[in-house]
């Protein structure tokens, strides 16, 4: 067995607290290649066999990397992937035929071979392809599938998981390389006046139960007999049917609604409560059900608890108007699920929406969408993440066809929540249909949702960037440490890499004529809306590093990171011991960094003086700071990892 190097960027360590992993990456079997030891002698090629020159099996045939899980990020993948196989198109790659003589470079063949001219040597030179799988989609189905907890309904190996949450899987040596951020805001329909569309003869005259917000007693209140107006955007009993959100609330002008438009969705006690999580107004409307012995506990149901206040009144406060909030629940498979879930729970030890069975607590299940709620299963509404235009269907199977009046109350009355890249991106994800016949002329049958804040943040890039916005969350590749190929190390290390520093640089993209890290950052912040990581991306703070639905969610998980031994890094001292071995990804010479905020800090321009056993020697003056909360990871931003792969059929 001879060690050969795969050269590039991947992370060591995942997340701050995480034990450090020493990747070694293993070609499949029947997948090896043999050009570093058995094959002809190429030198113009000093790296032949290494990282991104290496072949595989026998140099005549090329890989396939499966993935699956995240439906947040398949269509995005599914794009890059097809910009991975742009830069392993014949003449363009290597292409191997009969022998890798046919790889040459003009160097070695005095230019006379076309192909050598036009070889890309840097990207896709192996021309590997990548599957992005369908099955099971979700980030938490993703990494059961990679972890084997999940069967995978194809008959083929998952090589990686796509992931909008951080890893997960107990026992499982699985490590994510996070290359782009995202948020996941709330959204409800502001611009829906439901009377335009006659009336709702399957709402009106029925009552609806809420719960009294300092008693917990069930309170039954009729649907407002004359229909209702935009109930998100404030509209109250009595107001214009056609009113609109008031901006400057409370103070109205002309057409404005009298309620308070609901665009915030919080995740702390409530203010002068003196209680805890379970107060939230995200916790009463997505995990309580019922009533609660505690006051201001009960779940929140009647759309003017949220919006008919007075002056000293918050959202979740308010007296009932009869017309129920309809709950859209998300497949809890999904990542986008998981990082509401934590906003909407947290600060909540156990109980409702603490574990994925019960994500979907209060999600409707038909005509009455407060029919059937509570733990376990049995909600029927479950949309996919990111596909407003279920909330269509829904309303179509909860009511005949014939019945625009009450499907459209049903769009109107619907709280959901979804990514802001694909809400920003894809014109179609954050609108719904009203799919009945017999619309009244003129009458708009799509809606667009309304973005809503989040603890009084806007979402943004911006504030997702810098977790700002509480439910910032990073988009991740997981593969595992004891498990990857070369082919899989080899696409997610080009993930990761920019053209500066110590970085392989992208080539030329033959298609369109542009570079390739270039293309790659469109089709991730331009095409699809998220906001792209790579290994020079700066680290956030401590303080920063942790959102407001309790998960730590740092910015340089697409660079090489090393987990500390237990108890972080000692101040006065230049040496750092970590948990095991330092491993070969680790070069003298590197920058390290601290981020700002923890106890410990590094001076300007440390670097690695030199690397034996379990320590790293600075070559700078000794760590300083005092305090309790020392770091538990060293960053080495822009510099990449020198990863050993180990061929078996070498």
């Known amino acids: 067995m001879r060690p050969r ?65 995240s439906d947040t990020t398949l269509f995005m993948m599914q794009s890059i992937s097809d910009l991975y196989a742009q830069a392993g198109l014949f003449p363009f790659s290597c292409q191997p035929t009969t022998n890798n003589q046919d790889c040459l470079t003009p160097a070695a063949n005095s230019g006379n071979n076309p192909n050598n001219t036009q070889s890309d040597v840097n990207d896709n030179f192996a021309a590997t392809e990548e599957l992005q799988g369908v099955n099971d989609v979700g980030s938490g189905n993703g990494q059961g599938e990679l972890c084997g907890t999940i069967g995978t309904p194809v008959n083929t190996t998952v090589d990686y998981s796509r992931s909008s949450k951080p890893f997960g899987v107990a026992g499982c040596a699985g490590q994510g390389l996070g290359y782009a951020k995202d948020s996941v805001p709330a959204v409800d329909f502001q611009t829906i006046d439901p009377q335009e569309y006659g009336t709702a003869s399957g709402y009106i005259g029925t ?44 103070t109205p002008t002309a057409g404005d ?148 009046a009450d499907q459209v109350v049903d769009i109107a009355t619907s709280l959901y929540f979804m990514g802001l890249g694909p809400y920003d991106t894809n014109p179609n994800a954050g609108v719904t249909n009203l799919e009945a016949t017999g619309v009244p002329a003129g009458d708009p049958t799509s809606f667009t949702e309304s973005l809503m804040f989040g603890n009084g943040v806007q979402p943004s890039i911006a504030h997702e960037r810098s977790n700002a916005f509480p439910t910032s969350r990073t988009l991740f590749n997981i593969f595992r440490t004891d498990k990857v190929r070369a082919s899989t190390g080899g696409f997610l290390n080009w993930m990761c890499d920019t053209n500066t520093g110590g970085s392989i640089p992208k080539g030329t993209d033959h298609v369109d004529g542009g570079n ?110 005092t305090g309790s909360n020392p770091p538990s990871t060293l960053y080495f931003p822009g510099h990449p990892p020198v990863l050993t792969v180990t061929d078996p059929n070498s």
């Open 257 to 404: 609604c009298s309620g308070k438009p609901f665009s915030d969705v919080d995740n702390t006690p409530t203010p002068g409560s003196g209680l805890g999580g379970a107060s939230s107004l995200a916790y009463r409307l997505w995990c309580q059900h019922g009533s609660s012995a505690t006051a201001g506990e009960s779940q929140i149901t009647d759309w003017g608890q949220l919006t008919n206040l007075t002056g000293s009144e918050v959202p979740g406060q308010g007296a009932p108007i009869g017309v129920p909030i309809r709950i859209i629940g998300v497949n809890s498979g999904s990542g986008t699920a998981a990082t509401f879930n934590n906003f909407a729970k947290s600060g909540i030890g156990s109980g409702n929406c603490t574990a994925t069975s019960n994500y979907n607590e209060n999600a409707a299940s038909g005509a009455n969408p407060e029919v059937g709620q509570g733990p376990g299963p049995g909600n029927l509404e479950i949309a996919l993440e990111n596909d407003a235009n279920q909330i269509g269907d829904f309303a179509e199977a909860d009511w005949p066809s014939s019945d625009p």
């Open 516 to 625: 390739f890290d270039t293309d790659l950052t469109n089709i991730i912040n331009g095409q699809y809306g998220f906001s792209r990581n790579t290994d020079t991306t700066p680290e956030l703070s401590a303080s920063a590093q942790l959102t407001a639905n309790g998960v730590t969610n740092p910015n340089g998980t697409c660079a090489a990171t090393q987990t500390i031994a237990s108890g972080g890094i000692t101040n006065g001292t230049t040496t750092i011991t970590l948990t095991a071995a330092v491993p070969s990804t680790i070069q003298v010479g590197w920058t390290v960094t601290i981020p700002a905020g923890f106890s410990s800090a590094l001076p300007a321009s440390t670097t690695v003086a030199s690397v034996s056993g379990s320590t790293i020697t600075l070559n700078n003056a000794p760590v300083a700071g």
């Open 207 to 250: 009552s609806f139960p809420s719960y009294d917000y300092n008693t917990g007693a069930t309170v039954m209140t009729p649907f407002p007999s004359g229909g209702i107006g935009p109930v998100a955007a404030g509209w109250l009993p009595g107001d214009p049917f056609n009113c609109a959100a008031n901006p400057n609330y409370p």
């Open 5 to 69: 190097k795969l050269r590039n960027r991947f992370a060591v360590a995942t997340s701050l607290g995480a034990a450090a992993m020493s990747a070694v990456l293993m070609l499949g079997v029947g997948m090896a290649g043999t050009a570093s030891a058995a094959g002809p002698s190429i030198p113009a090629f000093p790296n032949f066999g290494a990282y991104p020159n290496w072949l595989p099996a026998n140099d005549q045939i090329s890989n396939v990397d499966h993935s699956e899980g």
